[in-house]
């Protein structure tokens, strides 16, 4: 199956990664590729490709990326043989992307199984602020930004299949809800199956 994982800035879908990675959940993440600068804790290849945007663009031109988006002054794509290469291995594939991006998968490949994470019940934008500040990562005017972006972003939550919440402290019982996502999907008398076009 291929799963997206997606949900405002904030509502921890790194942290539902990591963490399932860490319990041994089988399922390649698919890598996302960016030219945003490389945050310090942040790994090559891990975390994101990171790329230059002379790079990005050959991407593009090429017809290399599923999807790609501008957020933040910045480009982000996922690599469309990656997530191929997945499926044809057998192995489910996980993809993190901005709710645009879910969107756009979701077009191009209907049978995509589209989770929205959220730090809150999804008409509350309080406690992604109060993340979005823990995090420090942003200034005051991206900030803003960032919490305009989610009030837009909770408009799109009737294209997603599934809602997890991921309350604070609950890191846990999220990832365990999306396991049973993946685990209920698996278990459909007519499974989705992905067809690239």
Known sequence: ??????GSSGAGKDAVLA??????YPFRHVVTVTTRPRRPTEVQGIDYDFVS???FQDMLHRGELLEWA??????YGVPKESVRRALQDGQD?????DVQGAATIKELLPEAVLVFLASARPSSVGEY???????NTESDAQLGLRLQRVEEELKSLPIFDYVVVNRQG????????VA?????????????AVVFP
């Open 129 to 135: 602020e109060e993340r979005l500040r823990q995090r």
């Open 180 to 192: 049973c996502i993946m685990a209920a999907e698996k278990c459909r008398v007519n499974p989705r």
């Open 93 to 97: 594939a996980v993809v993190r992307v």
């Open 70 to 75: 501008q957020v933040y002054g910045h480009h």
């Open 53 to 55: 945007e002379s790079e």
């Open 1 to 6: 199956m291929l799963l997206v994982l997606s």
């Open 170 to 177: 609950g890191l846990d019982e999220a990832v365990s809800q």
């Open 19 to 24: 963490r399932m990675k860490e319990q041994g």
